[in-house]
């Protein structure tokens, strides 16, 4: 192989080849996903510094904090712009993510699905959608091919057939290794367990089907921060229980750390110093500073919702979401009863009828203060939660009945507003209701 792979931390690695180095997901240091993750190893703004010196472009796969930080872009947007580096995203219907670079002053490259990129005479690229928010990214360098999946779910034989039509075989594989969202709360170790086995499952169909000569596990080198969610960590996939599940693979499995080069060319990988490296990160887990929710007074979440429910209001017909909501057979967009725990006080909230109030009824779902205010406050706080994993179900069911109603902004943050339009857009509602009846299926296992 002429093109070289540089591991620099998580899910961000630097593809060089033929006079262009494109640089992906750079989150290098401080927390994600509202205090729930952290790295299990920063990267200084000295080693920053330096990668921006040796890139021509820097591709996001998708808008979640730990591939597109907005402190990298705060603390780098100068080194960038005055580098002349480029910027690689997908187009999205909302342009939330291209048009927030561009104010800031940056020169970005939309990236339409499936379509190749020709980036100079030798280097192309080809960005893959993915679910709601992910995409991958095919990097073809000469004949050379490396496929960039990070979080895509890739994971049956139907869609991994569907990548391959766009792909076909290839020489490096990257992809996520273990688990990184809610799995059911701290009493479904059963869940969690499964979750990390299906993960390198899907390791398993994703190189049986693109059968790449070398796969380079990435996109999980986190853990949870939290004092709410860091029971998550206890069964984590690490970099031992990945080669123990492939000891027998063909295709080469390669583990990284930090500043490792990778050419099957050039000098010899020590894979056994990055698995040690990583495996030291995880011995001190018990070790580590875990952060804490601030307590936020009702009143303030209460001024908090009513920007909320303007927001949504803004994004949507109402009028059609009351219609919906007395008419549909699957109850979409009720209240929902809410158990703040810091506060021992349960709430109801009620966008429709922009109503927040104290309540008596058994809570969906229970969380902080500064949980619930986060939702309140940011478009993607819904989504940041079912990540962070810093809640639990207050009854059963009660998660699937509350994601009915505060899901809605995952779908505006992909320009989907509830309308009539939207109610004919079945390839979406089919997703949405599929991930919903997974989630269901496992909770009540």
């Not at 049956?156 to 290839?170: F, G």
Request: hydrophobic letters at 40%; charged letters at 25%.
């Amino acid at each position: 192989m002429k093109t070289k792979i540089v591991f620099v931390n998580h899910a961000s690695v630097i593809i060089k080849g033929s006079g262009i180095s494109i640089l992906s997901d750079p989150w290098f240091r401080g927390d994600a996903f509202n205090k729930g993750w952290r790295l299990l190893h920063q990267t200084s703004d000295e080693e920053v510094n330096q990668i921006l010196d040796t890139v021509t472009h820097i591709w996001i796969s998708h808008e979640h904090p730990d591939h597109f930080s907005i402190l990298f872009f705060k603390s780098f947007s100068k080194k960038i712009k005055d580098n002349g580096i480029k910027l690689l995203f997908q187009s999205t219907k909302d342009k939330r993510v291209v048009n927030f670079l561009k104010s800031i002053g940056h020169n970005v490259m939309e990236l339409r699905f499936n379509q190749e990129k020709i980036l100079n005479d030798n280097f192309s690229v080809t960005c893959i959608k993915d679910g709601f928010y992910d995409s991958g990214l095919l990097i073809k360098n000469g004949t050379e091919k490396i496929l960039n999946l990070n979080d895509c779910e890739v994971t049956t034989q139907q869609r991994a057939d569907e990548v391959l039509n766009i792909t076909s075989n290839i020489d490096v594989l990257l992809t996520q290794f273990s688990f990184a969202a809610w799995k059911g709360g701290k009493d479904n170790i059963k869940w969690r367990n499964e979750a990390a086995k299906e993960k390198l499952n899907t390791m398993e169909l994703q190189i049986n089907k693109f059968k790449p000569n070398y796969v380079i596990p990435f996109a999980s080198f986190i853990y949870f921060s939290n004092q709410e969610n860091k029971y998550l960590n206890d069964a984590i996939n690490t970099p031992q229980k990945v080669l123990e599940k492939f000891k027998n693979t063909e295709s080469n499995i390669i583990f990284m750390k930090p500043g490792d080069e990778f050419n099957p060319t050039g000098p010899e990988l020590n894979v056994e110093d990055a698995i040690s490296f990583w495996q030291d990160k995880y011995d001190i887990l018990d070790t580590n500073t875990y952060t804490s929710f601030d307590e936020i007074p009702l009143p303030k979440i209460k001024e908090s919702f009513l920007i909320y429910c303007e927001r949504i209001r803004k994004n949507n017909s109402i009028r059609l979401i009351k219609v919906l909501r007395n008419l549909s057979p699957i109850p979409f967009f009720q209240p929902v009863i809410v158990h703040l725990s810091d506060l021992n006080q349960t709430v109801e909230v009620d966008y429709v009828s922009e109503v927040l109030i104290k309540s008596q009824k058994v809570p969906m779902i229970t969380m902080s203060s500064e949980s619930l205010n986060f939702i309140f406050k940011n478009p993607f706080g819904f989504d940041t939660l079912t990540v962070n994993a810093c809640f639990e179900e207050g009854r059963k069911g009660g998660f699937v009945s509350a994601t009915k109603t505060l899901a809605i902004e995952n779908l505006n943050n992909m320009g989907i507003p509830i309308s009539i339009k939207t109610l004919f857009n079945f390839s979406i509602i089919k997703l949405f209701l599929t991930r919903l009846y997974r989630v269901a299926r496992k909770l009540d296992a």
